[in-house]
């Protein structure tokens, strides 16, 4: 009996030689353990070197895997074979980023974005001795740690629809990133001239595709929304910063 | 000029670079990585970071359970240094926002960990690597200075009349290939799991730096010490943290039975006792695995045989609190849940105890370059690292390396000299002849996988949790020809753009350089000694053995091994005794 095989159509893009992306379809062996990821490797060890694509931790964490599957933003090592049944899958780069060559995306404008809105404890006066940690409560932890969850796999750019329109939108994880510095009870600062503009929280049409694709759970909708309120106040209560 | 350039961005050369930009504001610092800063592999350590805080611990007991864990095998002036400034280092991240798990009245929470005597273990639940490297990159975008080479791969290293002037980089956007010129050069690069074929290592994992170094002429340390991590998940290798035996996990036989207890690991107790059982030292562990798969004591699945990790008697809400991204990875990528069901889980490489040759400070036998975190060997690790040390190491050690190299910068300020230029170009050509077919032809040539796939098999069945002299001696000429065969092998893709097929087979070419010395190392040294297990040679022997093995590339490209001497302070050699 020849073994289940499943057929990956893969974007191609070589900008030395193609004018524009192109499917080209690879068969895979469909294993029921087989990630999307473990396709794209099979075809780049045994069938094609040519394709390219950014991997590593295979275990979801290092956020380097995101890629269009079947038109959905998701982790690639993630994402099981099995789940598309007989096939076949449509394997393209992350929407609304721009594309280097097959599956690798630019994501240097979200590097910038992301050391714009000063993702470090602000703190005024000088640290002290490195002899105590600052005194925070489970309960404080609790109020920004699923904000410090974002692994910057950029899934929720490319579900965004304000980014894939506007690139100089905040978006999603940046504010989120932001946020949870904001409430993280060490911190001193409420980043309000970054996130109170229009390209920022105001940008958001709270359309909530970016909480929907997240695959560790962030929330960066209900960040934004979050903020507005704060900044709503802020704008009533000039000293309500806090 | 840069004044010191750091290859890696992991979390040992984001603190060396931090350690530049605060401390020596004045000096250029540039991080080259072939990955995004926060891709790189520190961002998987799930478990935590020892560093004595709690009131019944003490410098000595992190001191003694490190060298006794490393089986006498650690130089203990580094391990001072390191139990030391581990605690700083560990309430520096907290100062920049790392997000440790917390106790009721706020201070940082500790927990135990394997080989550990005390409750020590910093965590952020179970993504404490995560969190610190995320806290690390994040407070480095503070230092706008530090330069940045995202995405690009270092192929060489320039060194010159015994001193290293800078590095040869390949920008994978561009296909451009730089020499980049610098001071002092910080080899931060991490471990080299990837030369064998079942392991909890990313990708990247492919032990770049090392081979830099050796190539360079710089001797690697103790190559042969390869941890085996007992819990990986069968066909994925992903690792199910150690804090999940920390917080009450069993390993459990086909027979439903603690099995660690016929191995002198003590006696079951049903919650966990620090230094026993479940919570003895990872070499003898998975040690005990092998003997239950002789005894047939093991369960068989279509990839390999297994024992069972049992999380079911903790309960859901204690799972969720303390080791979440357990639960995640079961579920996503094993199907199944923790607080219900068992976890088949076997042994799976972890860890190189071995690296480039260092003193305290990260220094190599090279002028103006340096090693630190996994690359590197101070050693504090010895013949077996606990759980939870490394974090710590690559913090302290990154820091040093730092340091020292933003010394050596600010004392050496001649300028270029010509073998940046001509080292640079003949490395271009090198690589351009590689990439567009001319030096072997699309047509000819193996695949690299299947190169890279007999190497990894070669290691694993030479080089492995048990070891004989026959197979080691084998696995020696094996390695010879695959290195033969790897300059020769096909590479399809002609792109300057973004060619990953070119970089796999750099990567594959430095792991055949590593995977050489660590079969040479472990041919060498005739005895057994914590996660070296020779079967021909069953017990330590201190007397001819208690040393580092140094292994050098002859000129001819193969390795040559020699002895070198270990640092003891406090801690005779003494026996390892766990559980009782
Ligand atoms: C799954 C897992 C869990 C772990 N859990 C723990 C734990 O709980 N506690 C603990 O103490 N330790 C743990 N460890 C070990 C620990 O995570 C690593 O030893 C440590 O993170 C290594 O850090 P590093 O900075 O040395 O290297 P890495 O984080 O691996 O970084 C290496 C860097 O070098 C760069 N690089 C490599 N080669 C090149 C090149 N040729 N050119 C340019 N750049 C290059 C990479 O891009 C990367 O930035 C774990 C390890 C694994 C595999
Ligand atoms: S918020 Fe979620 S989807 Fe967006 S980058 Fe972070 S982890 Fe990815
Ligand atoms: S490979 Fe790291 S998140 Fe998928």
């Known amino acids: 009996m020849a073994a289940e095989t499943i057929r990956l159509d893969v974007a191609r893009y070589r900008p030395e030689e193609d004018a524009e992306p192109v499917l080209q379809s690879y068969e895979v062996p469909l294993r029921p353990d087989w990630a999307v990821l473990d396709g794209l490797a099979h075809i780049k060890d045994h069938l094609d070197g040519t394709l390219s694509f950014r991997w590593s931790c295979r275990m979801g964490i290092c956020g380097s895997c995101g890629m269009d599957v079947d038109g959905e933003p998701r982790l690639t090592c993630g994402t099981f074979l099995a789940e598309y049944g007989a096939g076949p899958v449509r394997i393209e780069p992350l929407k609304g980023f721009p594309v280097i060559r097959d599956l690798v995306v630019d994501i240097d404008g979200f590097l910038a974005k992301l050391s714009s809105v000063r993702p470090w404890l602000v703190r005024e006066g000088e640290e002290p001795p490195l002899t105590a940690e600052y005194a925070q409560t489970p309960a404080q932890l609790d109020a920004y740690k699923q904000y410090s969850m974002c692994i910057n796999c950029m899934l929720c750019y490319s579900a965004c629809p304000v980014y894939v329109l506007d690139p100089d939108f905040l978006g999603p994880a940046a504010i989120a990133l932001a946020q949870r510095y904001n409430l993280d009870s060490r911190d001193m600062d409420d980043r309000f001239d970054v996130l109170n503009l229009e390209e920022a929280v105001w940008g958001c049409t709270f359309v909530g595709d970016c909480t929907r694709v997240c695959p560790k759970h962030v929330d960066p909708a209900e960040a934004i929304q979050r903020y507005k309120v704060t900044a709503a106040l802020r704008s009533v209560l000039p000293w309500s910063g806090r | ?580």
């Open chain 2, 1 to 580: 000029m840069i004044d010191v350039l750091i290859v890696g961005g992991g979390g040992a050369g984001l603190r060396a670079a931090i350690a530049v930009a605060e401390t020596a504001p004045e000096l250029t610092v540039a991080v080259v990585s072939k990955v995004y800063p926060m891709r790189s592999h520190t961002v998987s350590a799930e478990g935590g970071a020892a560093g004595v805080i709690g009131i019944d611990d003490s410098l000595d007991e992190h001191c003694y359970d490190t060298v006794s864990g490393g089986d006498w095998l650690c130089d203990q002036d580094a391990v001072e240094a390191f139990v030391r400034e581990a605690p700083r280092e560990l309430i520096q991240l907290e100062h920049w926002g790392c997000p440790w798990s917390r106790e009721p009245d706020g201070r940082v929470a500790v927990r135990p960990f394997g080989g550990m005597k005390r409750l020590r273990t910093w965590y952020a639940a179970d993504k404490t690597g995560f969190h610190l490297l995320h806290t690390l990159f994040q407070t480095t975008l503070r230092h706008p200075w530090i330069r940045r080479y995202d995405e690009w791969y270092v192929t060489s290293l320039v060194v010159d009349d015994g001193r290293v002037h800078g590095v040869v980089a390949l920008d994978l956007r561009t296909g451009r290939v730089e020499a980049i010129p610098a001071r002092a050069v910080v080899l931060a690069t991490g471990g080299c799991g990837r030369v064998f074929p079942f392991t909890t290592n990313a990708a990247i994992k492919t032990g770049d730096g090392m081979a830099l170094a050796y190539r360079a002429g710089a001797p690697l340390k103790d190559m042969e010490f390869v941890q085996y991590h007992p819990t990986g998940l069968p066909f994925t290798g992903i690792l199910i943290t150690e804090a999940a035996r920390a917080e009450g996990g069993w390993l459990l036989n086909r027979d439903g039975y603690r099995y660690l207890q016929d191995y002198d690991l003590g006696t079951p107790t049903p919650t966990p006792k620090l230094r026993s059982m479940e919570l003895g030292p990872r070499d003898r562990l998975s040690q005990a695995f092998v003997h239950e798969q002789d005894k047939g004591r093991t369960i068989d699945t279509p990839y390999g045989p297994v024992v069972h990790l049992d999380l079911r008697h903790l309960g859901a809400a204690k799972i969720d609190a303390r080791i979440p991204f357990v639960r995640e990875l079961c579920r996503s990528y094993q199907n199944l849940d923790p607080a219900t069901d068992l976890i088949p889980v076997r042994p799976v490489v972890h860890y190189m105890m071995g690296g480039v040759h260092t003193d305290l400070d990260g220094a190599t036998t090279i002028a103006g370059l340096y090693a630190a975190g996994e690359t590197a060997c101070v050693s504090i690790n010895g013949a077996n690292r606990l759980g939870s040390n490394s974090l710590p190491e690559i913090l302290v050690f990154g820091r040093r390396a730092g340091l020292a190299a933003a010394a050596f910068a600010r004392s050496h300020r001649e300028g270029e000299p010509p073998a940046v230029r001509s080292q640079g170009d003949d490395e271009r050509r090198r690589l351009e002849r590689a990439r567009d077919g001319s030096s072997v032809g699309s047509s000819g040539g193996e695949r690299i996988a299947d190169l890279r796939e007999r190497m990894q098999h070669t290691l694993e069945g030479a080089a492995g949790i048990y070891r004989t002299g026959d197979a080691l001696a084998k696995a020696v000429d094996t390695l010879a020809d695959l290195c033969e065969r790897a300059g020769e092998a096909r590479v399809e893709d002609t792109s300057a753009t973004f060619n990953t097929e070119l970089i796999t087979l750099l990567e594959l070419r430095a792991m055949l350089d590593v995977a050489r010395t660590i079969v040479a190392c472990a041919l060498g040294r005739e005895e057994s000694r914590g996660a070296h297990q020779r079967v021909d040679f069953p017990a330590r022997d201190d007397d001819a053995y208690l040393a580092h093995s140094l292994v050098h590339r002859a000129p001819d490209g193969t390795p040559s091994v020699g002895l070198m001497p270990v640092t003891i302070t406090c801690w005779p050699p003494g026996e390892r005794v766990y559980g009782r």
